[in-house]
């Protein structure tokens, strides 16, 4: 069966940067785009960007470009997300999602950043 | 960017009562998906494609719609039904979601 686990926690430093993952199993990673969404506490869901695995290409939400930077390691079926200049706007849980069905099918159990000094 | 409207933010519902949510697009849209979130958990895909019932879904759930007006019924409501309800438009960039229907247990 699909399944996307995403990293733990992060607690970061504001003005610093985290990476996160998602590591994909139970089908073929390059035959799917992945999509991240984020969820500030409370509030509702914001599309980030999305990813074609096979070839690295990338899609933004223009709130986020300069935000996010989203990569793939096929090796690993795991897909990344870097998120720099870390602010307390940025405190959320990160969801990665796994395209089909013409929706967001499959979804990580999410990572949770908070970002405090 | 199409900004989805989701009505009512929050509502109250009798065991076996129908409930229908609704979620308005500001511009025309090809179809509509539907996520049901729980406390504490990730979204699950509930409708898709405006009309199709995900896998697992219980069948007293529905959805239809075009253009801009899309709805999320639920014939008879349960206790399990309980959590809050978003739409996701995928038709145009940037992808956006609706603020979200909580649905409770009157």
């Known amino acids: 069966q699909v399944k996307l686990l995403q990293s733990g926690a992060a607690l970061v430093k504001p003005g610093a940067s985290v990476k996160m993952s998602c590591q994909a199993s139970?089908?073929?990673?390059?035959?799917?785009?992945l999509n991240w969404v984020k969820q500030s506490h409370g509030k509702s869901l914001e599309w980030i960007g999305e990813?074609?695995?096979?070839?690295?290409?990338?899609n933004f939400n223009e709130k986020f470009k300069g935000k996010a930077t989203l990569t793939v390691d096929r090796s690993t079926s795991t897909a990344y997300m870097d998120l720099s200049r870390l602010t307390s706007d940025d405190s959320a849980i990160y969801y990665c999602?796994?395209?089909?069905?013409?929706?967001?099918?499959?979804w990580g159990q999410g990572t949770l950043v908070t970002v405090s000094s | 960017e199409i900004v989805l409207t989701q009505s009512p933010t929050t509502m109250a519902a009798s065991p076996g009562e129908k409930v229908t949510l609704n979620c308005l697009a500001s511009?025309?849209?090809?179809?509509m998906n539907w996520y049901q979130q729980k406390s504490g958990a990730s979204p699950k895909l509930w409708i898709y494609?405006?009309?199709n019932v995900a896998s697992g879904v219980p069948n007293r759930f529905s959805g239809s719609g075009s253009g801009t007006s899309y709805s999320l019924t639920v014939s008879s409501m349960e206790a399990e039904d309980v959590a809050t309800y978003y739409c996701?438009?995928?038709?145009?960039?940037?992808?956006?979601f609706g603020a979200g229907t909580k649905l409770e247990l009157k």
């Open positions: 999602t796994r395209s089909g069905y013409s929706a967001f099918a499959f």
């Open positions: 511009s025309s849209v090809r179809y």
């Open positions: 996701l438009q995928l038709s145009s960039y940037p992808f956006t």
């Open positions: 990813i074609y695995p096979n070839s690295g290409a990338t």
């Open positions: 139970g089908y073929t990673f390059t035959d799917f785009l």
């Open positions: 494609d405006t009309s």
